[in-house]
């Protein structure tokens, strides 16, 4: 079994920055690919950034240059290192791993971010 646990949502202005972070547990023989999505409130979830095994990194347009996504090399943690943040980020954002072999994909129970003044 995996487990996944999220840290670092809350509340903050705008402009202000948050860092999240994803361990994942269990039973993973390798590092995998992870990544966040997020939902806001009455939307469709939608990925912000995903990370290779090997640290590529990839991110959705609307958080090129203020999101950065990065991992522990020797570990399935990852981190989501949210700049600038916008009213438009606030969301309930939703750590992944992708298992691979069939095994599908892992989610952690989400954590709150919200950005107002």
């Known amino acids: 079994q995996v487990q996944l646990v999220e840290s670092g949502g809350g509340l903050v202005q705008p402009g202000g920055s948050l860092r999240l972070s994803c361990a994942a547990s269990?039973?993973?023989?390798?590092?995998?690919?992870m990544g966040w999505y997020r939902q806001a409130s009455g939307k469709q979830r939608e990925l912000v950034a995903n990370?290779?095994?090997?640290?590529?990194?990839t991110y959705a347009d609307s958080v090129k240059g203020r999101f950065t996504i990065s991992r522990d090399n020797a570990k399935n943690w990852a981190h989501l290192q949210m700049n600038n943040l916008k009213p438009e980020d606030t969301a309930v954002y939703y750590c992944?791993?992708?298992?691979?072999?069939?095994?599908?994909?892992?989610w952690g129970q989400g954590t709150q971010v919200t950005v107002s003044s």
């Open positions: 269990g039973s993973i023989f390798s590092i995998k690919p």
């Open positions: 990370i290779t095994s090997g640290g590529g990194a």
């Open positions: 992944y791993i992708d298992l691979g072999l069939g095994r599908g994909r892992a």
